[in-house]
């Protein structure tokens, strides 16, 4: 099968045609256009939640790819668009906005060294020098859950190994401070180790900072950037907090994880052009591996913890967003009948009627 969709390229490229790879089309299939080309790929009978339809290379249809417009200043680059549930083609939750060439990061999923290696191979120059390592200093979290912050020992530690003089200010909820504390000192033992062998912990060093405050407000503003922090519902967490950025040409915002519509989060998203944001299906919720045995048990948990298509699609039409950036998407279709754009048409049958992508690692919007 290989070789005939080799050959079918081949004689493609030779008559000057070439195959549009860059969507993946819900009504389409065409193999040839697949990121890993299905190969090698063995489909999984047994189900455990290592082996989800998202995660098989057959069911990804499109590569990654550059949407922003020309001339913009501003760009979002979709880091780790993953869930908790191991997926190797997507790492965790982490995003970056790069204004003017300079990147603020939001969000330190699993595997965030690697996915921002990725984005720079995938696209070259176009963010190599944004990416440069001594320019990452600055980084939002929206939440302490996880699945969002365990690539922070990463984060700070990491670099330690390959590159000195690295400078990092944390912003997060009240929690932040005492993680990284925690952290620095779990691995006390190889910074003790790196010390006594000439590294000086003052030359690279990561600060953190509460964000602790009644009401929404700046939390932080340079040249380039004025950032917002709107306190937002997510199940129990009392401080999770959605990102808006004002910049000199685009308003993004970063809604970390959802939950029950609420108003501030139509508030922090007023007038974006991009809104960063997730959301689980509700047509396949009997599927979802989690959240308890019935549908209704499903829909009453999971939706403490994340938007519905449909309260996603309330939101962004209520504060007029022109872009939905969906990541962090829990779609669960199933097998045969597994469609990667799935939760896009969900959100769009609610009544979203702007521009609505499905991310993957290493898009930039
Ligand atoms: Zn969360
Ligand atoms: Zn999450």
Redesign the pocket.
């Known amino acids: 099968m290989k070789i005939l969709f080799t050959s079918l390229l081949l004689v493609l490229s030779q008559l000057g045609m070439s195959i549009d790879c860059s969507f993946g089309k819900s009504d389409e299939f065409d193999q040839s256009c697949s990121y890993y080309n299905n190969d090698p790929f063995k489909k999984p009978q047994y189900k455990t939640p290592l082996a989800l339809p998202d995660s098989w290379p057959i069911n990804i249809l499109r590569n990654p790819m550059d949407r922003s417009p020309e001339t913009s200043k501003t760009r979002v680059v979709t880091l780790g668009t993953g869930m908790p549930s191991p997926n190797p083609y997507r790492s965790g939750?982490s995003h970056a906005l790069v204004v003017d060439g300079f990147p603020y990061l939001i969000d330190a999923g699993e595997g965030i060294w690697r996915s921002i290696s990725k984005a720079v191979l995938i696209n070259g120059d176009k963010l190599s020098q944004a990416f440069s390592p001594r320019k990452l200093n600055v980084l939002f979290v929206t939440h302490l859950?996880q699945?969002?912050t365990i690539g922070l020992p990463s984060l700070v530690l990491n670099p330690l190994n390959w590159i000195y003089g690295i400078r990092q200010d944390i912003f997060g909820p009240v929690g932040t401070k005492d993680m990284l504390k925690y952290i620095n000192l779990a691995w006390l033992v190889d910074t003790d180790a790196a010390i006594s062998d000439g590294f000086d912990p003052e030359d690279s060093r990561a600060t953190a900072y509460d964000i602790d405050f009644e009401k929404d407000g700046i939390v932080y503003e340079d040249e380039r950037v004025k950032v917002e922090a709107f306190r937002t519902r997510h199940a129990s967490l009392e401080n999770t907090f959605a990102y808006r950025f004002t910049t000199s040409d685009r308003i993004v915002v970063f809604t970390g994880?959802g939950g029950p519509y609420n108003d501030n989060i139509v508030r922090a998203s007023r007038n974006a052009d991009i809104l960063v944001t997730e959301t689980v299906t509700e047509d396949n919720i009997k599927h979802a591996p989690w959240g308890g045995e019935s549908i209704e048990d499903k829909k009453s948990t999971i939706f403490q913890f994340h938007f519905t298509p449909k309260i996603l699609a309330r939101i962004a039409k209520e504060a007029k967003v022109k872009t939905i950036v969906l990541s962090?998407e829990q779609n669960y279709n199933q097998d045969q009948d597994y469609d990667a754009l799935g939760l896009v048409n969900e959100v769009k049958s609610a009544g979203f009627e702007g521009e609505i992508f499905s991310a993957m690692d290493g898009d930039i919007y």
Do not use: I
């Open positions: 939750p859950h699945d969002h994880d962090h």
